[in-house]
């Protein structure tokens, strides 16, 4: 009877400690997720684009240029606490009217941030990032041309397939209404985006929708059609169609519809947010 006792207690440890190294594996793995990246990384993508736009004339004036540059950097390679991770994070979108005779910068938009992001796993192993940020978005101006807000966030963005990723992403806006007003409407509560391989290692999709405070007045959509020439190499050739409202900070009020096609450069693996 002991002994049978004993082989019983035997089995349900083994059970109990295998399932706990399961566990941990499962957990480095999402941590090691984001510790093989640099700890200097692409944020969002890099692109530089140029184009035109399809709901207006195109002349000298309304064709442009688009380019962003975007990075993070961990400040840490061990999780603090509650095992999420440290980000200093940094995007910065241009647009410059190349074809006009002077060949000004009509719009610099700058958005400093930082974040804890913690990476974990849902059921079915799917790969998943929950990250609290604190940002600032503005474009440099002062008086009448001065544009600017900022936002306490929250967002999920899961692999949720070999081919699929998904993210929605919400956030508190604080904005000076003095100097901007009705920005809110206009910037919205959250975005949702996607992300498809069409063929891996060649074609990808992304969409990204942000919704506005209005029914169906306000808010964007931007997709993307993504062909990577060289599977060695982190670059793509992007067609890129925007539409919608706060494209740039300086005309949030304004509707826009640009097609640009360019050059980008993604991150290396799925994205923070």
């Known amino acids: 009877m002991r002994s049978r006792y ?11 400690v295998n399932s706990q190294i399961i566990e941990e594996k499962k957990n480095f793995r999402a941590a090691d997720s984001l510790l093989k990246e640099n700890s200097f990384s692409v944020h969002r993508d890099n692109y530089f684009l140029t184009g035109v736009p399809i709901n207006t004339d195109i002349t000298r004036n309304t064709a ?11 400040l840490t390679s061990k999780p603090l606490f509650g095992s999420f991770f440290p980000y200093l994070l940094y995007t910065q979108k241009a647009f410059w009217d ?7 910068f009509s719009e610099i938009n700058f958005n400093p941030g930082a974040a804890i992001v913690r990476p974990f796993y849902l059921k079915g192993g799917r790969l998943t990032y929950a990250a609290i940020s604190f940002e600032h978005e503005s474009n440099g101006r002062d008086s009448i041309y001065s544009r600017t807000w900022n936002m306490l966030a929250f967002s999920l963005k ?27 409407q206009y910037v919205g509560y959250g975005e949702a985006s996607a992300s498809y391989l069409i063929q891996p290692g060649r074609w990808s999709a992304d969409v990204l929708f942000r919704k506005g405070s209005g029914l169906i007045n306000y808010g964007s959509l931007q997709t993307q059609l993504n062909w990577r020439p060289y599977r060695n190499e982190n670059y793509y050739v992007t ?16 509707h826009k519809s640009m097609i640009r096609l360019g050059f980008t450069i993604k991150p290396e693996n799925m994205g923070i947010f």
């Open 239 to 254: 067609l890129q169609w925007f539409v919608g409202y706060t494209e740039s900070l300086i005309d949030y009020k304004e």
């Open 98 to 104: 190349i074809y006009a005779s002077s060949k000004p």
């Open 158 to 184: 899961s692999q949720v397939s070999p081919r699929w990723t998904v993210g929605i992403r919400g956030w508190v806006p604080l904005v000076d209404k003095d100097d901007n007003p009705g920005l809110t």
């Open 6 to 16: 004993l082989i019983l207690f035997i089995v349900f440890f083994s059970i109990k």
């Open 64 to 74: 442009d240029v688009k380019y962003q540059v975007s990075f993070k950097l961990r």
